[in-house]
């Protein structure tokens, strides 16, 4: 057998690329300045990838489509660190990820000597410059994200597909 493309396996994971929506720039990338101050973005406001309507589709790619949850919400989205280290979390509402529960690249919990973790408020998920991550964001409960650079940089997000098997 010669070694090729990855073979679709998943029909239903239907997702374009990143597409320009308007004649103004606004388009399916998201692209924004961080710094040390942590900023939020809600999750259910972003562009979902929209369906080709001459694609022939099953009815899951119907339901994933159209009605479905907002913004990107359900989907898989990549994060891109572009220039800084990125800390992030995510939370259902506003006040689950903003002060004081913001984002903050230096705070870590404290082991016990049982070996108990004890958590800190601000603790997040660090995505290291040049380095992207790819997240299942899970409708009901990935609302928004907060996001802290360990200093000037960007964060690039676009929706994309799941991982290949």
Do not use: W
Request: charged share 10%.
């Amino acid at each position: 057998m010669s070694a090729g493309f990855p073979k679709q396996v998943r029909q239903f994971q239907y997702v374009t690329p990143p597409r320009q929506l308007s004649a103004t720039g606004v388009g399916q990338e998201m692209a924004v300045t961080v710094s040390s101050t942590a900023q939020v973005v809600n999750l259910q406001l972003l562009f979902d990838q929209a369906y080709n309507a001459g694609f022939a589709q099953t009815s899951q790619q119907q339901a994933q489509n159209i009605g479905g949850p907002s913004g990107v919400t359900g989907n898989y989205i990549t994060i891109y660190a572009d220039g800084a280290d990125l800390g992030i979390i995510v939370g259902v509402s506003l006040a689950a990820v903003t002060s004081p529960n913001s984002p903050a690249l230096a705070t870590v919990g404290t082991l016990s000597g049982s070996g108990t973790y004890q958590g800190a408020t601000g603790a997040c998920h660090r995505i290291p410059s040049g380095a992207e991550r790819r997240y299942l964001v899970q409708a009901g409960y990935d609302n928004f994200l907060a996001v802290v650079g360990s200093v000037t940089g960007t964060m690039r997000l676009y929706q994309s597909s799941p991982p290949m098997p």
